[in-house]
Nanobody, 126 residues
Framework: EVQLVESGGGLVQAGGSLRLSCEASGFTFDDYAIGWFRQAPGKEREGVSCIGTRDGRTAYSDSAMVGRVTISRDGAKKTVYLQMHNLKPEDTAVYYC??????????????????WGQGTQVTVSS
């Protein structure tokens, strides 16, 4: 069974940092790309960043959290991380990781992803 489990969310003050984790199981980690998305109340789900787990290629949104996130992976732990800096109240959302069979320009397109985690809440107070 394919599983993606996010962790690391929480309440943080504006200007603070958080590191989200996405632990994968049930599939060959290197065969997929992992993306991070977020969804705020009343808004559409938007892509933040993605990474090719085999070669480490990365892509970052040119509109969401620009210059404030770093994505990375640990193949041994089958885990992808999203380090977030200088958080703002508008970053408050549920953050999801998802898996897609390959890395490519569809990286920020939610419907291209096969598997999703349950999400982790990030709340940034002003």
């Amino acid at each position: 069974e394919v599983q993606l489990v996010e962790s690391g969310g929480g309440l943080v003050q504006a200007g603070g940092s958080l590191r989200l984790s996405c632990e994968a199981s049930g599939f060959t980690f290197d065969d997929y790309a992992i993306g991070w998305f977020r969804q705020a109340p009343g808004k559409e789900r938007e892509g933040v960043s993605c990474i090719g787990t085999r070669d480490g290629r990365t892509a970052y949104s040119d509109s969401a959290m620009v210059g404030r996130v770093t994505i990375s992976r640990d193949g041994a732990k089958k885990t992808v991380y999203l380090q977030m800096h200088n958080l703002k109240p508008e970053d408050t959302a549920v953050y999801y990781c998802a898996a897609v069979p390959s890395f490519g320009p569809w990286c920020f397109t939610p419907h291209r992803y096969d598997h999703w985690g349950q999400g982790t809440q990030v709340t940034v107070s002003s």
